[in-house]
C-alpha cells in the first residue's frame, strides 16, 4: 500500500512539473543543455506543447513521432509511468488503479490551478 502511495506521488509529482511548470526548461538552460529544448523560447506556449506543435518538424520517423505524441499527452504520460511504476513495485494488479487514480489528482490538481 506504501508503494502505491510513493507511486502515485511520483506520477502526479512529474505529470505536475512537466505540464504545469518550465522547470525542465530552466534546468536545461542553467546546465547549459539548450540543445535539448529544440529552440525554444516562446512563453506563450508550454514546452510539451511547443514540442508537439513542432512534432511534424522534428520527427523524421514514425517511431520519433510515437515519442513525441508520447511526452506532450498527459493521458499517454501519465499510463506509461504507470507501467513503469508497476513493474518496479512488481505489483501489477494495481497498475489499472494507480493509472485512474495519479489522472484524477492531476486534472484535480490541474482545475484547481485553474482557477
Avoid at 512539473?17 to 542553467?30: P, R, S
Avoid at 506532450?72 to 494495481?94: D, E, R, Y
Wanted: proline share 3%; hydrophobic share 50%; net charge positive.
Amino acid at each position: 500500500m506504501i508503494d502505491f502511495l510513493y507511486s502515485l506521488g511520483f506520477i502526479v509529482t512529474f505529470l505536475i512539473v512537466w505540464f504545469q511548470t518550465d522547470a525542465f526548461v530552466e534546468y536545461c538552460k542553467v546546465f547549459g543543455l539548450k540543445k535539448i529544448l529544440l529552440g525554444y523560447e516562446n512563453t506563450e506556449l508550454s514546452f510539451p506543447q511547443h514540442l508537439y506543435s513542432k512534432r511534424n518538424v522534428l520527427c523524421k520517423n514514425k517511431f520519433s513521432l510515437f515519442y513525441i505524441k508520447l511526452i506532450t499527452c498527459p493521458v499517454c504520460l501519465s499510463f506509461w509511468l504507470c507501467l513503469i511504476a508497476g513493474t518496479i513495485i512488481q505489483n501489477f494488479l494495481s497498475i489499472p488503479l494507480l493509472y485512474v487514480t495519479s489522472l484524477f489528482v492531476y486534472l484535480i490538481f490541474n482545475k484547481l490551478l485553474n482557477h
